[in-house]
């Protein structure tokens, strides 16, 4: 008896205490919280009203039909990696990706080991990076070119030029040829004495800076062709072999390369194996990806490749053209929308001619009446012009 008047007390006072607990609680969540601990708790949120907590037969039906497009996702990459290992094991696949050094060349046979190729000399690296050291004359400078008494350039500058004095110092251990060697100097004296002459001076001017190109422009021209010659002759070398070794299996390649839109006119590796595929091959077996960086993986372009081979049998078995997947779907109907609707505004609709889907027309901007002035380098000018008329409208 006396152990269950115990009990019962022991509960009673547990259950005053949680209650009080609880109200403690409470009073504290309800209180003001001192800035520098509100921002550490969690935010107040509106309970929703009863009408709110409840979808709508039309959010139902639309949550219903918008999910068949998310759930095809996962289907589709599924069956890409299906795709894309039965294409690897009947047809011989080249996949050349752009990199700092050249770039890079990998050839896929069936049922054998990828051979991926070497790179190109390291002289191609040494023309590229002093040739880049001229264009980081002009991030070091244009930023500040509106006032540059400030001075904020001059610590970046004199960091940069001690790394191009190092540069100098060690030209003669290099492993290139003399007119190279002559080039790569040259280049890196010219800025060296602009930086001297900007760092002497205090401060510089948009006609310092046009100086400066005029002398780079004609070096540049000469490392252009030492660094283009090793990249071509390199990679011309390794297609012979190859187009050597695939023999009769050459015709069924397929090759994909990589660019950024500011590399895309003129693109080196596609121009390489258009010279070994054939013009014919041009978008049919022969295809240009712009990325979005200058760099990308081999499996990201593998997997490109595949989903374009594949949504063209889709496009053969849904509509009758083998080629017609390669397009935006919905260009054809958005074409006929932008006229509508131009004409509703009295607009006269700007739209490109039309071309056959199996067009092998080359991937970038070739037709000389489309534009006005030059086509290559050695056609371009100073920016003296640029400064006579800045010049003008200051007078």
Not at 266 to 276: A, D, P, R, T
Not at 322 to 343: H, P, T, V
Request: charged content about 20%; hydrophobic content about 40%.
């Amino acid at each position: 008896m006396k152990t269950n008047c115990l009990q019962m007390s022991f509960r009673f006072l547990s259950g005053i205490i949680l209650v009080g607990l609880f109200c403690c609680c409470s009073a504290v969540r309800a209180q003001e919280l001192p800035e520098y601990i509100e921002l550490l708790s969690p935010a107040k949120t509106r309970q929703p009203n009863s009408s709110s907590q409840h979808a709508t037969a039309g959010q139902v039906a639309s949550n219903n039909v918008l999910s068949l497009d998310k759930a095809m996702m996962p289907i589709y990459a599924s069956a890409l990696k299906k795709f894309q290992k039965n294409i690897l094991s009947r047809t011989p696949i080249i996949i050349a990706r752009f990199t700092g050094g050249g770039g890079e060349m990998t050839l896929y046979r069936p049922g054998k080991e990828p051979l991926v190729a070497p790179s190109p000399s390291i002289v191609y690296q040494y023309v590229k990076s002093c040739g880049h050291s001229a264009m980081a004359i002009y991030q070091l400078t244009v930023p500040y070119i509106t006032n540059p008494s400030r001075g904020e350039w001059r610590v970046p500058m004199q960091m940069y030029r001690g790394k191009i004095k190092t540069a100098v110092g060690s030209l003669d251990s290099l492993e290139v040829t003399d007119d190279q060697r002559e080039v790569l100097r040259a280049i890196l004296q010219n800025n060296l004495d602009f930086m001297d002459n900007s760092l002497k001076n205090g401060t510089f001017t948009l006609e310092d800076l046009d100086d400066f190109a005029k002398k780079f422009k004609p070096l540049a021209e000469k490392a252009i062709w030492f660094a283009a010659d090793e990249q071509v002759s390199h990679w011309m070398t390794v297609l012979d072999q190859w187009k050597k070794m695939l023999g009769d299996d050459w015709n069924k390649v397929h090759a994909a390369t990589n660019t950024m839109y500011v590399t895309r006119q003129n693109n080196i590796l596609f121009s390489i194996l258009v010279q070994y595929m054939g013009k014919e091959s041009i978008h049919r077996r022969l295809i240009l990806f712009e990325t979005t960086e200058f760099v990308t993986s081999e499996e990201q372009m593998l997997s490109l490749l595949t989903r374009v081979i594949a949504d063209r049998s889709l496009g053969m078995v849904y509509f009758g053209n083998y080629y017609l997947m390669d397009y935006e779907l919905l260009g054809g109907g958005a074409r006929r929308a932008i006229e509508e609707q131009c004409q509703k505004r009295g607009m006269t609709p700007i739209l490109p001619t039309m071309s056959p889907f199996n067009s092998t027309e080359w991937p970038w901007r070739t037709d000389p009446k489309s534009g006005t002035g030059p086509a290559t380098l050695e056609q371009t000018g100073s920016i003296d012009g640029a400064i006579r008329i800045r010049q003008r409208r200051r007078n």
